[in-house]
């Protein structure tokens, strides 16, 4: 099961040196927890052991799923619609910086479920987004 925070809206996500990440973009992604859904359920499982997190960009119904610098290749992206491979951030998303129509999550936790590992498929990602709901949407 994947957590995820909702940080700011009208924000970009950045690491503690202010830097933004690498990320994956899907395209005609419907919500914010639609861009959940997409950033753990349409990857390569490799690539969650880098992620940390998504910004939404709600007025271009896009999703760019976050990693760590250096995680991204021709090779293990070609699911996502576009990439951009020259950002430098690393580790938890610890702000965000001012950009308008985007939303930053984070990544607040993992759980494994089920003596196999296995997860159950209509209960797999969890968004905490009352926060952007009142934020003027």
């Known amino acids: 099961k994947y957590k995820f925070e909702l940080v700011k809206n009208n924000a970009q996500c950045v690491d503690g040196k202010n830097r933004y990440y690498e990320y994956g973009e899907y395209k005609k992604i419907k919500n914010f927890s639609k861009c959940a859904d997409a950033c ?3 990857v390569w ?3 969650l052991k880098s992620f940390r ?3 939404f960009d709600c007025s271009n119904k896009r999703c760019r799923c976050l990693y760590d610098r250096g995680t991204l290749t021709d090779r ?3 699911r996502f619609d576009k ?3 020259n950002k430098d951030g690393n580790g938890s998303i610890r702000d965000a910086k001012k950009k ?3 939303y930053c999550a984070k990544l ?4 494994f479920v ?3 590992g296995e997860f159950d498929v209509d209960e797999d990602v969890e968004t905490e987004s009352t926060r952007a709901l009142r934020g003027g949407i």
């Open 108 to 111: 607040e936790s993992t759980k």
């Open 40 to 42: 753990v359920k349409n």
């Open 45 to 47: 499982p490799s690539l």
């Open 100 to 102: 308008s129509d985007m």
């Open 83 to 85: 990439t951009s491979r």
């Open 114 to 116: 089920g003596m196999t």
């Open 53 to 55: 997190g998504y910004d």
């Open 76 to 78: 293990n992206s070609k």
